[in-house]
């Protein structure tokens, strides 16, 4: 009898002729690779199977440093995240840091909703706190404008939260590090960029600090 091809078989085969296809084309890229990395971007964006970031930016290995987490969030208190921003601002000296949300988020669709969903509902809390915190924006629009409106608010503020961290701060001032929020459109694959208002009260600025010259 035959042996069946699982679906594990079928994905080393196609690892395996993607990976000799990439080195007849570019026969330089593994053992640079091997070598080191040195990512211009750094990538916060959601778990999502339909947003893979290198897929829909059309790069190769190497050209990105990555954090995914269901609704690219940025807690203050999350080691993981926390642990990829330091080491790609400090040690890789990205210059751009991304965050990207995306339309119909289920992550997002959850916190809008009330259904009790286990351990996942505590790392939601972000996204709800996101949703209470522009309730007046989101009150009388459809289900579906509501998604759309609350996954713009979470990049809006997950690069807040990423601008307040020090080591940002500190990388914005001295080599003119930049963060951007985008939003991914699943339904059509393009990445559209947000305007993300800067947060004065917060000291929260997109540039170099413009009170720091007369500080
Ligand atoms: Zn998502």
Avoid at 177 to 196: I, N, R, S
Wanted: net charge negative; proline share 4%; hydrophobic share 40%.
């Amino acid at each position: 009898m035959a042996c069946e091809k699982t679906i594990l078989d079928d994905l080393l085969c196609r690892n395996h002729e993607w990976a000799q296809r990439t080195a007849e084309t570019n026969p330089a890229l593994f053992p640079a690779l091997a070598v080191g990395q040195s990512p211009k971007i750094l990538w916060f964006g959601c778990s999502d199977s339909r947003v893979p970031e290198t897929t829909v930016l059309d790069l190769m290995p190497g050209e990105v440093f990555v954090h995914r987490n269901i609704a690219n969030i940025l807690p203050s208190t999350d080691l993981s995240s926390l642990s990829v921003l330091q080491y790609a601002v400090e040690v890789l000296q990205v210059q751009h840091i991304i965050v990207c949300g995306h339309y119909a988020c289920g992550g997002v669709n959850a916190a809008l909703g009330q259904k009790k969903l286990g351990l996942i509902d505590s790392w939601l809390r972000n996204v709800r706190e996101v949703r209470a915190k522009y309730e007046k924006e989101l009150e009388g629009l459809s289900q579906k404008e509501q998604s759309k409106k609350l996954v713009e608010f979470n990049v809006i503020e997950q690069v807040r939260s990423v601008l307040k961290n020090a080591n940002v701060q500190e990388a914005i001032e001295e080599r003119g590090l930049e963060v951007h929020g985008w939003v991914y459109d699943v339904g059509c694959g393009e990445c559209h960029v947000l305007q993300c208002p800067e947060d004065p009260e917060a000291h929260v600025f997109m540039v170099k600090n413009p009170r720091a010259e007369l500080e």
